[in-house]
């Protein structure tokens, strides 16, 4: 049994990032890792501009309080001023819109009272407040994004901002999912005695969707070593990872761990020190390809996921920030078991209180078959290999769900 870090960290170095790129827009670039950095061709504020509605005067006028200016023009939001600032002059300006030359400090209305063409400032500014200079933000030529960010909402505004319509991002992984397992059927179908749902194939469709990969479904495979084989050389050949799930225990009927050799994988993890999910087969192909091997039971399967394929995608994607899962410090709500050479895995709740994390189990059973009470929990908390029992009160480690 390999502990967990070695494991990921073998994964790791299993791959290279994917160099195919294509390019995106800023209506489909949500979720995609840019290819390469990104630089603005305008200054951000593009101008000098008021940051309040008020009046744009010039600093060294305001001599004694109250001073009264002229004023010589209104200056809206998208309009060029028309006149430059003399001496004893002010100009009626609003949010955004473009100081006159000659101006650098902006009055807020509510410090001032228009009395006919003039304006009385009742309340003296700082020099240059409620001035956004030009270049204040971002200048021209800089770079504003780096290759391998992944893009988000503000991204995709700071983009636009600088008018970067069209961009280079990392093609997404394509990642093949079949399970195996003679007892398997659709949830459309009607079950006969001993059959069961393949729930694992919805599971882990949606965990490699949420990780902004193609999934490609190839539906379910009986423990028949010619079907099985079958489907995986296909699965290799058309994917960069695949997941399967079941068949690689100790049974008479797992077959996937001798049928990777047979076409040609390099077996480099064969279990792992971890509960759920300790049968994990991992296995490289020329090709920069990745077959994991998942256990078939459902909390198996998808803490195999988040656990040790979640790194995998984001390595592959182009992604440079940190691989590995967010872990986070919390305070044990409920007395947790240990694994003895294993660490434990614990799905259920993280929650924010006034003094901090706390980590609450999913109640019912902690069994990897318990698929039911896997619904809603958003962390997993470990307790480590050698680690009898962790008790209300004490600290721990929490593994995050949603990154
Ligand atoms: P296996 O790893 O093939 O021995 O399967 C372990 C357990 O997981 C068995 O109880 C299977 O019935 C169950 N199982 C296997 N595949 C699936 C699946 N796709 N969906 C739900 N349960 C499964
Ligand atoms: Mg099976």
């Not at 399967?301 to 994607?317: D, I, Y």
């Not at 440079?320 to 410090?329: H, L, N, Q, R, S």
């Not at 006034?354 to 929990?377: E, W």
Request: glycine share 10%.
């Amino acid at each position: 049994m390999l502990p967990v870090d070695q494991a990921q960290t073998l994964i790791l170095q299993a791959i290279a990032p994917l160099t195919g790129t294509e390019t995106a827009t800023l209506e489909t670039g949500l979720g995609r890792i840019l290819a390469t950095e990104v630089t603005g061709k305008l200054d951000i504020p593009h101008w000098d501009n008021a940051a309040m509605d008020g009046y744009a005067i010039r600093f060294v006028d305001l001599k004694e309080t109250p001073v009264e200016l002229e004023v010589i023009e209104t200056i809206p939001a998208g309009q060029v001023p028309s006149q430059s600032l003399q001496g004893g002059q002010a100009a009626r300006i609003f949010t955004g819109a473009m100081l006159p030359e000659g101006a650098d400090t902006v009055v807020m209305q509510e410090h001032t009272k228009h009395q006919g063409t003039l304006v009385k400032i009742l309340q003296n500014p700082t020099y240059r407040q409620f001035v956004r200079q030009r270049g204040d933000y971002y200048q021209a030529g800089k770079p504003i994004l780096q290759a391998g960010q992944r893009l988000g909402p503000a991204d995709l505004a700071v983009l636009a901002a600088c008018q970067c319509v069209e961009f280079p991002v990392y093609r997404r992984p394509v990642v093949a999912i079949f399970s195996t397992g003679d007892e398997l059927r659709s949830p459309e179908e009607s079950l006969r005695m001993g059959q069961i749902v393949d729930s694992n194939r919805y599971g882990l469709t949606a965990f490699v969707q949420s990780q902004g990969a193609i999934a490609k479904n190839l539906g379910i495979v009986p423990d028949d070593p010619a079907q099985l084989k079958a489907t995986m050389a296909e699965a290799i050949a058309s994917a960069d990872v695949v997941l399967s799930t079941g068949g690689v225990s100790v049974g008479d009927f797992d077959y996937v761990e001798k049928l990777l050799e047979t076409l040609g994988g390099e077996i480099f993890i064969r279990s792992v020190a971890i509960r759920p999910g300790k049968p994990l087969t991992v296995a490289k192909f020329p090709g920069n390809k990745l077959y994991f091997g998942l256990p078939g039971n459902p909390v198996s399967a998808l803490v195999g996921c988040w656990r040790f394929v979640q790194p995998a995608l984001k390595k592959l994607a182009g992604y440079t920030g940190a691989y590995a899962p967010t872990f986070v410090w919390a305070t044990c709500g409920q007395t947790l078991k240990g694994a003895g050479s294993r660490d434990a895995y614990l799905w259920g709740t993280l929650r924010t209180e006034a003094t901090g994390y706390v980590f609450q189990p999913a109640g019912g059973g902690h069994s990897s078959a318990n698929l039911v009470n896997l619904a809603q929990t958003n962390a997993l908390a470990i307790v480590p290999t050698g680690t009898p029992e962790i008790t209300p009160g004490d600290r721990l480690q929490v593994m995050l769900l949603s990154t």
